[in-house]
């Protein structure tokens, strides 16, 4: 009894580091160019995946290793969905300050002020 209650209480940690994998990359790791900072989007990049393991399977992965990623991003998907929401303002101001102020790689529009007469 005693090996299975530390068991589990050395467990509980890694689980709690393990979950959320899809908030964190959509609030941290990602940039908006490669579908990070979006709305539940930590959701949304599970579920792609959940879909593209098994849609399109990549050649190199067995059916085994197919099957246990997509089983831990299934068990992922609703504490990635409570991190979404509680990250949600976040993303959302982040959003909004993103469209405020023009991306870096693009050029500043050009000033449409008048052009001053010059006086002879």
């Known amino acids: ?13 890694l689980l709690t580091l393990a979950s959320g994998c899809g908030t964190f990359c959509n ?3 990602w ?5 990070g900072q979006r709305v ?6 599970e579920a ?7 849609v399109s399977p990549s050649p190199h992965e067995t059916a085994w290793d197919r099957f246990r990623v997509a089983s831990l991003l299934v068990l992922d998907l609703p504490l990635s969905a409570v991190g979404d929401t509680l990250t949600l303002p976040y993303v959302l ?8 102020r ?8 050009p000033d449409k002020s008048p ?3 010059s006086s002879k």
């Not at 940039?31 to 579908?35: D, N, R, T, V, Y």
């Not at 539940?40 to 990049?45: S, T």
């Not at 101001?93 to 405020?100: K, T, V």
């Open 1 to 13: 009894m005693m090996r299975r209650f530390v068991a589990v209480l050395l467990m509980l940690p």
């Open 27 to 29: 609030t941290v790791w």
């Open 31 to 35: 940039i908006p160019s490669e579908g």
């Open 40 to 45: 539940y989007g930590g959701v949304r990049a």
């Open 48 to 54: 792609g995946e959940v879909k593209r393991l098994a």
């Open 93 to 100: 101001w982040l959003g909004r300050s993103a469209s405020i």
């Open 102 to 109: 023009p991306a870096p790689d693009q050029p500043t529009p």
């Open 115 to 117: 052009v001053p007469a």
